[in-house]
């Protein structure tokens, strides 16, 4: 394969040309998303998987997804192991609701 052509490009968090392979997930979260907006109670979407298969990259596309059908978002986290993560949504609530109060 020509490497121009390749849609797969490694490195943490780097957005693709193409997100291959994607669109059912993608489509996942606009069905979730259209539930929230209609007051529903959808089921929870939770990715997991070894580094480097595009965990990040997806979480970004949901962020922007979710931009684009009205809801904020605070973009992607990855909370590791920590004493106490309460703080990190902590900041991650005071980010959101500080972008909403504009």
């Known amino acids: 394969m020509n490497p121009n052509n390749n849609p797969y490009t490694p490195g943490a968090g780097l957005v693709p040309n193409y997100l291959a392979g994607r669109e059912e997930d993608c489509?996942?979260?606009?069905?979730?998303?259209?539930?929230?907006?209609?007051?529903?109670?959808p089921q929870s979407l939770i990715y997991s998987g070894l580094?480097?298969?595009?965990?990040?990259?997806?979480?970004?596309?949901?962020h922007t997804l979710a931009l684009e059908a009205g809801w904020a978002s605070t973009g992607n986290h990855e909370l590791r192991s920590q004493p106490d993560f309460r703080i990190e949504l902590g900041r991650m609530a005071e980010k959101l609701l500080l972008s909403m109060s504009k």
């Open 27 to 41: 489509a996942n979260f606009e069905v979730l998303l259209r539930q929230l907006t209609k007051g529903e109670s």
């Open 51 to 62: 580094r480097g298969v595009g965990k990040t990259v997806l979480l970004l596309k949901f």
